[in-house]
């Protein structure tokens, strides 16, 4: 069918800033994990792993095994195999708009991942003795992004 042209539903031209790797994606260990049944886990999202091995949404008590949505269920591959691929390791710089908005952040700031009452799997500002996942590294203009280095310990290095 000479002419025939299918339509691109995505502009390739816009940064998709649910999550960017800016570093480390040369030696990022990435694992693809089941997902838990009905779980839904996007690109950007973050990801506990619950006792039969699956991937889940972060309760509302954050855990040091937690770990970033590097291709997530809003791709057709992952809906197919019904697995989401996970970045396994630390020092690994990500540039991500999915956050929670309610903080402000600052330069250094620790970040850890918990559900705050709505459901969210996104990171957060720490606090107290939670777990401490990454680091901020930048705050887009008004806010619309923070980049930031995994440290993969709850030690915050």
Same mark, same amino acid.
């Given at each position: %069918? ?14 998709? $800033?649910? &999550?960017? &790797?800016?570093?480390?994606? +040369? ?11 009905? +779980? ?8 506990? $792993? ?9 309760? =509302?008590?954050?855990?040091? +095994? ?7 269920? +809003? ?11 996970? &970045? %396994?390791?630390?020092?690994?710089? &990500? ?6 908005? =309610? ?6 700031? =620790?970040?850890?991942?918990?559900? $705050? ?41």
């Amino acid at each position: %069918m000479a002419g025939s042209t299918v339509p691109v539903t995505l502009d390739l031209t816009t940064e998709d $800033l649910s &999550i960017s &790797i800016l570093r480390g994606i +040369e030696n990022m260990h990435r694992r693809d994990v089941p997902l838990k049944a009905a +779980e839904v886990l996007e690109s950007g999202d973050w990801a506990v $792993l619950n006792a039969s091995g699956e991937a889940e949404r972060a309760g =509302a008590t954050p855990v040091a +095994e937690s770990f970033p949505v590097f291709l997530g269920t +809003e791709r057709f591959d992952v809906s197919a195999t019904g697995q989401v691929t996970l &970045i %396994m390791n630390d020092d690994v710089i &990500i540039k991500s708009s999915k956050f929670d908005p =309610a903080p402000t952040y600052a330069i250094g700031d =620790a970040l850890t991942v918990k559900d $705050l009452g709505g459901g969210e799997s996104t990171p957060t500002k720490q606090s107290g003795a939670e777990p401490v996942l990454a680091r901020v590294l930048e705050i887009g203009p008004n806010d619309e992004y923070l980049t930031y280095r995994l440290v993969g310990s709850s030690t915050g290095n």
